[in-house]
T-cell receptor, first 115, second 115 residues
Framework: AQKVTQAQTEISVVEKEDVTLDCVYE???????LFWYKQPPSGELVFLIR??????QNEISGRYSWNFQKSTSSFNFTITASQVVDSAVYFC????????????FGKGTSLLVTP | GAGVSQSPRYKVAKRGQDVALRCDPI?????LFWYQQALGQGPEFLTY????????KSGLPSDRFFAERPEGSVSTLKIQRTQQEDSAVYLC?????????????FGAGSRLTVL
């Protein structure tokens, strides 16, 4: 069963628009970690953020913000005032304490920001 | 090194050939992971090393896939008698410790095309 679902396959926005990437996860563990990674055309996955299951505080880092809601098992990612350089594939991932270390990735959302 | 280095970046193999993909993790990183990323999909876990010990190989798709990390640093993923379905990007990642909270640093990947 897919543990991480990213329902949006592709999103296209015009520069300066805000965009939210959705992530829904499934786990029976009480201790787990959620991640977002960015994969630009060069192919290298770049770490953006990690949250643990005990910390539902939302986080903002510059134009990026993350909304973690355990009640809906969601960990959504918002980019405000998008820029062309934000164009990439974004992956949400889950690491569960009982399965230790292996990251379970969603299928990714391809974001295209046009001028 | 400064990052995770993978070679070759691109490999074309004829069906039935053996291939070897190399990963140089960040110096001192204990944990090393291999992932397989098919076109348009998220990375899928293949195998995990803690130092030289291969602790999990549950994600290897068949016995044609073999990975090693004999001295606890460089790792090689070998695929014997390649098939067309093996075509994918193979990503290597490393981290300094072993916990579910690990932030993995990924290499740029080795893109394998089997004709």
């Amino acid at each position: 069963a897919q543990k991480v679902t990213q329902a949006q396959t592709e999103i296209s926005v015009v520069e300066k628009e805000d965009v939210t990437l959705d992530c829904v996860y499934e786990t029976r563990d009480t201790t787990y970690y959620l991640f977002w990674y960015k994969q630009p055309p060069s192919g290298e996955l770049v770490f953006l953020i990690r949250r643990n299951s005990f910390d539902e505080q939302n986080e903002i880092s510059g134009r990026y913000s993350w909304n973690f809601q355990k009640s809906t098992s969601s960990f959504n990612f918002t980019i405000t005032a998008s820029q062309v350089v934000d164009s990439a594939v974004y992956f949400c991932a889950l690491s569960e304490a009982n399965s230790g270390y292996a990251l379970n990735f969603g299928k990714g959302t391809s974001l295209l920001v046009t001028p | 090194g400064a990052g995770v280095s993978q070679s070759p970046r691109y490999k074309v193999a004829k069906r039935g050939q053996d291939v070897a993909l190399r990963c140089d993790p960040i110096s001192g990183h204990v944990s090393l992971f291999w992932y397989q990323q098919a076109l348009g999909q998220g990375p899928e876990f293949l195998t995990y090393f803690q130092n030289e010990a291969q602790l999990d190989k549950s994600g290897l798709p068949s016995d044609r896939f073999f990975a090693e990390r004999p001295e606890g640093s460089v790792s090689t993923l070998k695929i014997q008698r390649t098939q067309q379905e093996d075509s994918a990007v193979y990503l290597c990642a490393s981290s300094p410790t072993y916990t579910g909270a690990n932030v993995l640093t990924f290499g740029a990947g080795s893109r394998l095309t089997v004709l």
